[in-house]
Nanobody
């Protein structure tokens, strides 16, 4: 069974940090770009960050640039999202998704999706 599983979501205070993981099973991430999306209540899903394969080029939305870092460990078949200086507006369900090799602006290009992990930033 091909699936992505996110983990690491939690409740954290403003200014805090979290590290999310996206682990693949049933297929190798070596040939896939992995993107992180998020969706807050009442809002559309938005792209947060993406990392290509095999060269590992990264991209970030303006809202998280300089605070979030995406990385991948193909040996562990896992992609990570390190989130620092978290703000209340970062509160959302975070999803990872896989597309062949390249990052795409549209979520329609992503073939596999995880179930999501909740990140809540609140004091």
């Amino acid at each position: 069974q091909l699936q992505l599983v996110e983990s690491g979501g939690d409740l954290v205070q403003p200014g805090g940090s979290l590290s999310l993981s996206c682990a693949a099973s049933g297929f190798t991430l070596d040939y896939y770009a992995i993107a992180w999306f998020r969706q807050a209540p009442g809002r559309e899903r938005e792209g947060v960050s993406c990392i290509t394969s095999p060269d590992g080029s990264t991209s970030y939305s303006d809202s998280v640039k300089g605070r979030f870092t995406i990385s991948r460990d193909n040996h562990k078949n896992t992609v990570y999202l390190q989130m620092n200086s978290l703000k209340p507006e970062d509160t959302a369900v975070y999803y990872c998704a896989a597309a062949p090799s390249l990052c795409y602006p549209s979520d329609l290009a992503y073939h596999y999706w995880g179930q999501g992990t909740q990140v809540t930033v609140s004091s």
